[in-house]
């Protein structure tokens, strides 16, 4: 069954005339009619379902007209609207955006308040019985995981998730649609799509990898093109024919929900209507679930069927009084190096432990998912017993995690287990009973039974699980290995989940224990150990994972280890921990490569110490840092939050120096005025391209978000701008860049003007009169300081 989604209230109520400024779902209360008439139109048109007008109905978009208190009376009356024009065969969902505000550590919102924002919109569109909940136009997967969580909270609904992707195939945060899909569809969404943002054509590919990932139908709703100005007016480039022509493609696709967003009409809905008439949905193979984990940008599978995967072990106190240490007293210095050099060692997953003793674990653990899952893009697995800092930890990562673990004491069952089907969270299984370690194969397969029958019971299902073969201590077990690798063949074949184990435990006592070791791993790999749990610093192992995999298949014809073994290639996984005593630059420059905030600071005061001119420090260290930053988000390899975190640790290193040497002046590289323009109260893009900007040295006016052109110009001679940035995210508001730039003109101000926003374009721009466009906040430090040069 393919279903038709509505097209753009905004597009309509743009063409009613509604003034910049106004809030879009007041009308909801002052012209019901108008809002009711626009349903209608779509109705007519042949939309199965319609949203309503409530978009920007949650409480933080409201506080910003001065209508948070009446957030649950103006969605109560949308919702009434459109129920009452869709009358019994028409769907109604219910329409929720974003907050316009960054969660944690992007920004300032935090993940509980998020949360109880999407729960209250949620509740109140639920309690006027909708037929959806629909999360629309998110390009934040961290925020997207809060709507989502609130709304299967708050209701019992179906709720469809759709995420906004640039021409990139990526959201501004960096998420792709296949992370997206997995995720989302871990945490329970029911139908996942994609909306605005792009045209047809953009998303086609992005609804293919979508519908390869998830079994959850699809949903998808384009705008009508990229927008362009024409007289003054914003105007959408794709005409009702052309769209249609896209229809037939997105349903083959995957797509069985399709419609409109930004620029489309009762028009266009009617035109997709009729090219999608007697069409059926796609039949999509469905592959056999496999257990995949995510972070925020990156996915990665672990299956028999596929190459080896290392979950890096070190990021555990125990037995490590220095990381313990640091770790009591709030530094993750140690642990942010860890995480960065395991994966330079091959890691392919981070456990993170922080099991000190004395200190409060839920905060310790919340701060290290938050700051390791900004620095790193490989999934994180949460190590801890105690169900509050697990808790802690899911809510702070940014995609899908491994709780590590999961036994069958009857206590871990009750309060883990819904964690996790909560949460999306995939489980390691630990064959461990109330009666303690099983010592035989037959018995950990029974206990491992019990875990899986109770995981089922809590709705986890295939997919969710890896299974810890357990290891015990030869010198103290003479059997401990053949029961081992009997327990790895026997979970393949009764099961068929992927395994995995620590390993370092069966040498304990031994002489020579990289040996029994590496020995050791070349065994349980040959069994089916899938993800082991160890050092990868350990070369010995790392030469017995190479090896392995040329006899086991997963490297064909051995290719990758001939060229290790002739000296021809360095393998990723064979590194040791890089070594620290390096040039000073060098590691400013890596510190702030990698975000390393705390560190960067002692670097550069050792620099100074050593007598290095600050402006050697900031051109061959800071500058250059950058500039290699700036080429990696170009290239798709590096993505915002890593952006963010090393603009934050070269904010740090120019503190540091004007600390030092406060008669030095390296922050004067111009002075910038920065606003979105009246009418608009989104500043997410605005907000980001301020902090990179002043992060980079130049000194920042930030007028805020719906600033009129008397404002921005008044602010532009008053400091004697050099430049004059504009934002515009909404299409009701873009033509109010032309009116703040001609006014700038007349006023005999010399500040360049740069403009951005997702709806902007450079063609847009170029028509506008400005002076360059930025489509992110790299592009435009850069075009900034090429401005003033």
Request: overall charge negative.
């Amino acid at each position: 069954m393919i279903y038709v989604f509505d097209g753009a209230m905004g597009t309509m109520l743009q063409s009613a005339n509604l003034k910049p400024g106004d809030c879009p779902e007041l009308l909801n209360i002052i012209q019901p009619d108008l809002i009711k008439k626009i349903h209608l139109d779509y109705i007519s048109s042949g939309a199965d379902i319609i949203e309503t007008n409530t978009f920007g109905g949650n409480r933080i978009k409201l506080e910003h007209y001065g209508l948070a208190d009446r957030t649950r009376e103006i969605n109560i009356a949308a919702a009434k609207i459109a129920k009452d024009a869709a009358g019994k065969k028409i769907k109604v969902a219910g329409s929720m955006g974003p907050t316009g505000k960054f969660i944690e550590p992007l920004g300032e919102l935090s993940f509980d308040e998020a949360y109880s924002v999407f729960f209250e919109q949620a509740r109140y569109l639920a309690e006027a019985e909708v037929d959806y909940i629909l999360i629309e136009t998110s390009i934040d997967i961290q925020e997207m995981r809060a709507a989502l969580l609130a709304a299967k909270t708050a209701t019992n609904l179906p709720v469809i998730c759709q995420m906004s992707y640039s021409n990139d195939g990526r959201t501004v945060t960096g998420t792709d649609p296949q992370t997206a899909a997995i995720t989302l569809e871990a945490m329970g969404a029911d139908i996942i799509g994609a909306n605005c943002s792009l045209g047809p054509e953009q998303l086609l590919p992005i609804i293919r990898i979508l519908a390869q990932n998830t079994t959850k139908p699809i949903s998808v709703q384009p705008n009508a093109g990229m927008p362009h100005l024409v007289n003054g007016k914003t105007i959408f480039p794709m005409d009702s024919t052309e769209m249609a022509q896209w229809a037939p493609q997105l349903i083959e696709a995957g797509a069985s929900f399709i419609g409109g967003c930004c620029g489309t009409t009762p028009q266009h809905i009617a035109a997709i209507k009729k090219a999608i008439t007697g069409l059926k949905a796609s039949t999509r193979k469905q592959s056999l679930p496999r257990l995949a984990l995510t972070s925020r940008s990156k996915t990665v599978f672990i299956d028999k069927d596929l190459p080896t995967v290392l979950i890096g072990e070190r990021i555990n106190p125990t037995g490590r009084k220095k990381l313990a240490a640091e770790i009591k007293s709030g530094s993750f210095l140690s642990a942010k190096k860890e995480a960065l050099e395991q994966i330079q060692a091959g890691a392919h997953i981070l456990d993170i432990n922080m099991g000190v003793g004395g200190m409060d674990q839920t905060a310790a653990m919340k701060k290290a998912i938050t700051e390791i899952a900004q620095l790193v893009d490989v999934p994180l697995a949460i190590d801890t017993s105690d169900a509050t800092a697990l808790e802690a930890g899911l809510k702070a990562y940014p995609g899908r995690a491994l709780i590590n673990s999961v036994s069958a004491e009857p206590e871990r069952l009750e309060t883990f287990l819904p964690l996790a089907k909560k949460y999306g969270a995939a489980i390691l299984c630990l064959p461990i009973s109330a009666n303690g370690v099983p010592k035989t194969a037959d018995e950990r397969l029974q206990v491992m039974e019990t875990i899986l029958n109770e995981a089922f019971e809590f709705g986890l299902k295939a997919g969710d699980f890896l299974l810890d073969g357990l290891v015990m201590t030869v010198a103290a077990e003479p059997n401990a290995c053949q029961e081992t690798l009997s327990t790895l063949r026997l979970y393949r074949a009764k099961f068929g989940y992927p395994s995995t184990m620590g390993l370092s435990n069966i040498s304990y006592g031994l002489p020579n224990r990289p040996l029994i070791n590496s020995t050791f791993f070349a065994m349980c790999l040959a069994a089916g150990l899938d993800a082991p749990i160890m050092n990868p610093y350990d070369k010995p192992m790392q030469d017995t994972l190479f090896a392995s995999a040329a006899l086991i298949g997963h490297d064909q014809n051995g290719r990758a280890y001939s060229l290790i073994a002739s000296n021809q290639a360095v393998p990723k996984g064979a590194a040791t921990a890089p070594e620290i005593d390096v040039d000073i630059l060098t590691a400013i420059k890596a510190a702030v490569m990698n975000g390393e905030k705390e560190a960067v600071a002692s670097l550069v005061e050792r620099a100074l110490a050593e007598k290095y001119p600050p402006t050697e420090i900031t051109e061959k260290a800071l500058t250059a840092a950058m500039n290699d930053i700036g080429i990696g988000f170009g290239n798709g390899k590096l993505f915002l939050p890593q952006v963010l975190l090393s603009a934050e640790a070269m904010r740090a290193a120019f503190l540091k120096i004007k600390e030092i040497l406060p008669a030095q002046n390296l922050q004067n590289n111009g002075t910038v005025v920065i606003a979105t323009v009246k009418g608009d109260i989104h500043d997410l893009g605005k907000n980001i391209v301020a902090a990179l900007l002043e992060n980079n040295g130049f000194q920042l006016i930030d007028l805020g978000k719906d600033v009129d052109a008397e404002t921005i110009v008044r602010k532009a001679l008053e400091y004697d701008a050099d430049i004059v940035g504009l934002c515009a995210l909404m299409t009701t508001t873009m033509t109010q860049i032309d009116t703040v730039i001609h006014a700038l003109k007349k006023s005999g101000s010399n500040a360049k003007v740069m403009v951005g926003g997702a709806v902007l374009t450079q063609e847009y721009a170029n028509q506008a009169g400005a002076d360059c466009y930025a489509k992110d906040g790299v592009v435009a430090v850069n075009l900034a300081k090429n401005l003033l040069k």
